[in-house]
């Protein structure tokens, strides 16, 4: 009876009302129609004009037609000169316009089981490895509500006792990754690496010499005048630099192929001090890579999986608070690792906004954009109190691709960009299944929607990545075909199991 009680009280406190279903049924069902009406003004605008001109040409008299053909037989000249002026146009047309970029293959590593680090065995090593109370524990909260799940992968020479963090182990360590994928994206494409004309890498924190860039071109013996690219010191976001340097490069080399190589490398990278703000990323970076294979050849389309449609690049760099807001550094005692600023939220927040102002015009509707625009003069001249229109993506893109940074980055986009939890469903699985890897984890969460067979004919992708700088970048992509999981996809043993409930949603559930 009290409960009872309760409910009515509820019920009848005015603060506390359901929401009107009906209303926000209604409020959708309008908001479709107007994007319809919109998208689709052009053509029916057309409509009438098109009925128009061919009533006419139906009524138009045989004898019109026949005075009209002796025209320009006796005008030849200018018949010629307009044909001429035509072909001249079009061919400067074909010579000029972009080269399409295709992705015709990608592949991630999927590290072997003996590399799997479960929490119990994190915090072992941790206490193993002279970390004091304090950092302790605070390793182990960070992992609670990390979304970080038990199978994630560290490197054998990063759990040794003691840990071994020499030049061989980092290079053992980048040689496993990147080959790894590498053999597994030439087996599955049947491509010769003999035939690469491109090579970009990408790798923050390790950048021996010589390059990782040219330990891929000795292990495969690629050709002399390749133009190889190696990427340092970029973050988490290089994946989509990357991306956008080889499809620069495309358009100036014809009909060939360009690799890129996302990784990361954590080796010699891992934090053995106390420092709180350097001991977050121990936590949430684990081992991973992928291998991209891009051609602008046009033969290659039938067997593409993707185009790619645009990419946007955000770099806030000259604001010294993003510039420091992930920095390497030494603490006071001489150990090396990275420090994450309490700012770091915001600042990726002010990068997104400027990096989907830039993005916005290109990919959504010109419905959301009018209804953007109309807001905006409403704020500036009218009612400067209220809220700015945020633009419904989802009318953009079919999949999301939100780097997996860590829990907060994706909550903080999915409420931002107002997605479903079907959106982000990708990126949290990423982060559980194999943690932060980094630039390439954009690629293991387009790997899961494949596996999930969610790709359709037509779909478009958005990958967004951020990174140190600070940065926040962009890539859009466009499905060719119905696609299907690759041969090597990282989830394919396992996607049965997903999604599941990580252990950071049920800490939420309960506070």
Known sequence: MASGGAVDERSSSPNRRLPDFLQSVNLKYVKLGYHYLITHLLTLLLLPLIAVVLLEAIQTDPDDVRQLWLHLQYNLVSVVSLSALLVFATTVYLLTRPRSVYLV???????????????????AHSKACGFDDSALEFQRKILERSGLGEETYVPESVYAIPPQPTMANARSEAEQVMFGALDNLFTSTGVNPKEIGILVVNCSLFNPTPSLSAMIINKYKLRGNIKSYNLGGMGCSAGVISVDLASKLLQAHRATYAVVVSTENMTQNWYFGNRKAMLIPNCLFRVGGAAVLLSNRASDKRRAKYELVHTVRTHRGADDRAFRCVFQEQDDTGKTGVSLSKDLMAIAGESLKINITTLGPLVLPISEQLLFFATLVLKKFFKPKIKPY?????????????????????????????????????????????????????????????????????????QIAFGSGFKCNSAVWKSLRNVKESVHNPWKDCIDRYPVVTVDQVLAGTN
């Open 390 to 462: 945020i633009p419904d993506f989802k009318l953009a893109f079919e999949h999301f691709c939100i780097h997996a940074g860590g829990r907060a980055v994706i909550d903080e986009l999915e409420s931002n960009l107002q997605l479903e939890p079907i959106h982000v469903e990708a990126s949290r699985m990423t982060l559980h299944r194999f943690g932060n890897t980094s630039s390439s984890s954009i690629w293991y969460e387009l790997a899961y929607i494949e596996a999930k067979g969610r790709i359709r004919k037509g779909h478009r992708i958005w």
């Open 105 to 123: 293959e990608y592949s991630c590593y999927l590290p072997p089981p003996e590399l799997k680090a479960p929490f119990s065995a994190f915090m």
